[in-house]
């Protein structure tokens, strides 16, 4: 597959809801909703979710944090795997 796909970067909104469980949204990723009863958890499923969120459009991306987050946002970047892939191959 042959992608003309940047990185780009996600900003996740983190708030604890009513329930007690811990939400990730974000609005550049519409559609995005991940909830788990740990903040632990939830960082361990946004990657995934961002992840099977770009597959339905047709996009094979890899998922990292990035810094510079704070206490209601955490950025993290999508990268497009083809374009990982080559960068690592002429490295």
Not at 34 to 48: G, N
Not at 68 to 80: E, K, L, R
Request: with cysteine.
């Amino acid at each position: 597959m042959t992608t003309s796909m940047k990185a780009k970067i996600v900003n996740v909104k983190v708030e604890r809801h009513a329930t007690g469980m811990f939400v990730a949204t974000s609005q550049e990723l519409k559609g995005l909703l991940v909830a788990k009863h740990s903040m632990d958890d939830l960082y361990k499923a946004i990657p995934q979710a961002i992840m099977e969120m770009y597959a339905v459009c047709g996009e094979d991306v890899l998922v990292t944090p990035a810094e510079n987050g704070s206490d209601f946002y955490q950025p993290w970047i999508a990268i497009p795997a083809e374009v990982a892939k080559r960068a690592l191959e002429h490295a």
